[in-house]
C-alpha cells in the first residue's frame, strides 16, 4: 500500500518561510516526477510545483516562482518545497504527488498516488 506523508506545513506571518517535506512508504518516489498541489477553501486544487524524476527541470505557477523551490533526495525518498517570502493567498492544504511519468506537470491525471495534505496558513 503507497502512502505519502506530507510533513512541515504550520501557521506562519506573512513574509517568513516553511519547508514542507514528503516522504513515502511502499512506494520508491526515484521511480518517477512529484509535484506539489494545494487547495484553499472555497477554491479547486491548484498545480505549486513540480520536479522530475532525477530532478532536474522544474516547474513552478507564476505566482510561486522565485519564492519557492521543490527539490527532491532521492536517497532519503523525500520531496521538499522550500517556501519564502510567504504570503497571505499561500494559505492552503498543500499536498504532494507521485507520478509513474518522468516528467510531470500541472494536471493532476499525470499523477497516481496522492499525500493526505498538510495546513499551511499565512497572516497578514
Known amino acids: 500500500q503507497v502512502q505519502l506523508v506530507e510533513s512541515g506545513g504550520g501557521s506562519v506571518q506573512a513574509g517568513d518561510s516553511l519547508k514542507l517535506s514528503c516522504t513515502a512508504s511502499?512506494?520508491?518516489?526515484?521511480?518517477?516526477?512529484m509535484g506539489w498541489f494545494r487547495q484553499a477553501p472555497g477554491k479547486e486544487r491548484e498545480f505549486v510545483a513540480a520536479i522530475s524524476r532525477a530532478g532536474s527541470l522544474t516547474h513552478y505557477i507564476d505566482s510561486v516562482k522565485g519564492r519557492f523551490t521543490i527539490s527532491r533526495d532521492n536517497a532519503k525518498n523525500t520531496v521538499y518545497l522550500q517556501m519564502r517570502s510567504l504570503k497571505p493567498e499561500d494559505t492552503a492544504v498543500y499536498f504532494c504527488a507521485a507520478s509513474n511519468y518522468i516528467v510531470a506537470g500541472p494536471d493532476g491525471d499525470e499523477y497516481d498516488d496522492w499525500g493526505q495534505g498538510t495546513q499551511v496558513t499565512v497572516s497578514s
Open positions: 511502499g512506494r520508491t518516489l526515484s521511480s518517477g516526477a
